[in-house]
């Protein structure tokens, strides 16, 4: 009974390298979901898929990419990190939108210095 | 477009005590409500959820939340607190077709 599973949990980047956040889910969820979690700032979401093949931006996309090629996996991409992407990342899942419960990863920290 | 503002950063609370956290939104139509709670280091969990039907809901770990649509509010709230309920509390909303919007998050300190 995974759920959400995210990797790695924790991890610390040098200014200009890229790192890929893991996410993968085994409910057949259709959508996804990748929120960024900063303090006294809530969670603000990044990308979302609604299935396989389709992804679009939410709030705060810049620096960041998606794919979506199957319907269980939704990596993150981060091409050059910077020290404003330091953050927790969540990734969730959800049956549909509206009045269904998203589940949620339990987050991977990442510090860019 | 929607939005949520929970106007109080951090709580704190004597254990037995009563709880309530606020949680105000805003949105044309009646929206989906949900309160979220964070645990340390974990990811989020639902507590309850509204769409319809009756205004007082109940959830998990003795959590309820009323809907005023007069006052835009969907506030929880817990009779007696427990202290394993230390915890940061997201109000979100959402409506069909639509995402998550998260508000800024409500953090309870329980004083023993």
């Known amino acids: 009974n995974a759920g959400v599973t995210q990797t790695p949990k924790f991890r610390i980047l040098k200014i200009g390298q890229s790192m890929t956040l893991q996410c993968t889910q085994d409910?057949?969820?259709?959508?996804m979901y990748w929120y960024r979690q900063d303090p006294g700032m809530g969670l603000k979401l990044i990308y979302y898929s609604v299935g396989a093949g389709i992804t679009d931006k939410g709030e705060v996309p810049n620096g960041y990419n998606v794919s979506r090629s199957t319907t269980e996996d939704f990596p993150l991409r981060l091409e050059l990190a910077a020290p404003s992407q330091t953050s927790v990342y969540f990734c969730?899942?959800?049956?549909?939108?509206?009045?269904?419960?998203?589940?949620f990863g339990q987050g991977t920290r990442l510090t860019v210095v | 477009a929607q939005s949520v503002t929970q106007p109080d950063i951090h709580i704190t609370v004597s254990e037995g005590a009563s709880l309530e956290l606020r949680c105000n939104y805003s949105y044309g139509a009646t929206p989906y409500l949900f309160w979220y709670v964070q645990s340390p280091g974990q990811g989020l969990q639902l507590l309850l959820k509204?769409?319809?039907?009756?205004?007082l809901v109940q959830g998990i770990k003795g959590f309820e939340a009323e809907f005023k649509r007069s006052q835009s509010s969907f506030n929880l709230r817990k009779p007696s607190v427990h202290w394993s309920d230390a915890a940061e509390y997201f109000c979100?909303?959402?409506?069909?077709?639509?995402?998550?919007?998260f508000g800024a998050g409500t953090i309870l300190r329980v004083k023993s």
């Open positions: 409910m057949n969820h259709n959508y």
């Open positions: 969730a899942s959800s049956y549909a939108t509206g009045d269904t419960e998203a589940f």
């Open positions: 509204y769409f319809s039907g009756d205004t």
């Open positions: 979100a909303v959402s409506t069909r077709g639509n995402k998550l919007v």
